[in-house]
T-cell receptor
Framework: GIQVEQSPPDLILQEGANSTLRCNFS?????LQWFHQNPWGQLINLFY???GTKQNGRLSATTVATERYSLLYISSSQTTDSGVYFC???????????FGKGTSLLVTP | DSGVTQTPKHLITATGQRVTLRCSPR?????VYWYQQSLDQGLQFLIQ???????AKGNILERFSAQQFPDLHSELNLSSLELGDSALYFC?????????????FGPGTRLTVL
């Protein structure tokens, strides 16, 4: 079946550190999105990136569709970056987003 | 702010009851998706509507139903509620109905069944 795997499952960083989150998926991708779920439960769109590279401030993302993975880079992390980061994809002929289990990030002062 | 609105923000009810969750998509978006986030199942797709018609179905229980109205808002009806239905319910909207459109999520409705 469709698989979306994220790693690492948990990450603890000190403020100012950089990190890379990975998302592997099992089929050809139509849509790939990265989200940040904040402590209040809101899902914040970070990137829509079915292929290529994008940057937004301290965050950037790269998707290599032919190799079925995507990376989210967080630089100079801040405590407000804490939360869960989800990768979600629509694969094959499907319409809905399939979510990974997320990476839980804690940034300490 | 994604432009997708959901009401209510929180809902507390008892087992066996019925509730209705409401979603208004972003202005101009024709498609609405419903997702459920529970502790044990993670984020799962329930159902999609496009311009009033059901487009795709996921892991939606028979006790749950949804519809999209002519003004494009959508409602998710949950009946005969069980403790396991406690979850965060999200609505998302897209401009088109296809799989490649970026989905924008509302703030969610947190349902607690006691």
């Amino acid at each position: 079946g469709i698989q979306v795997e994220q790693s690492p499952p948990d990450l603890i960083l000190q403020e100012g550190a950089n990190s890379t989150l990975r998302c592997n998926f099992s089929d050809s991708v139509n849509n790939l999105q990265w989200f940040h779920q904040n402590p209040w439960g809101q899902l914040i769109n970070l990137f829509y990136i079915p292929s290529g590279t994008k940057q937004n401030g301290r965050l950037s993302a790269t998707t290599v569709a032919t190799e079925r993975y995507s990376l989210l880079y967080i630089s100079s992390s801040q405590t407000t970056d804490s939360g869960v980061y989800f990768c979600a994809v629509t694969l094959g002929s499907g319409y809905a987003l399939n979510f990974g289990k997320g990476t839980s990030l804690l940034v300490t002062p | 702010d994604s432009g997708v609105t959901q009401t209510p923000k929180h809902l507390i009810t008892a087992t066996g009851q019925r509730v209705t969750l409401r979603c208004s998509p972003r202005s101009g978006d024709l498609s609405v998706y419903w997702y459920q986030q529970s502790l044990d199942q993670g984020l799962q797709f329930l159902i999609q509507y496009y311009n009033g018609e059901e487009r795709a179905k996921g892991n939606i229980l028979e006790r749950f139903s949804a519809q999209q109205f002519p003004d494009l808002h959508s409602e998710l009806n949950l009946s005969s509620l069980e403790l396991g239905d406690s979850a965060l319910y999200f609505c998302a909207s897209t401009i088109g109905g296809g799989p490649s459109n970026e989905q924008f999520f509302g703030p969610g409705t947190r349902l607690t069944v006691l």
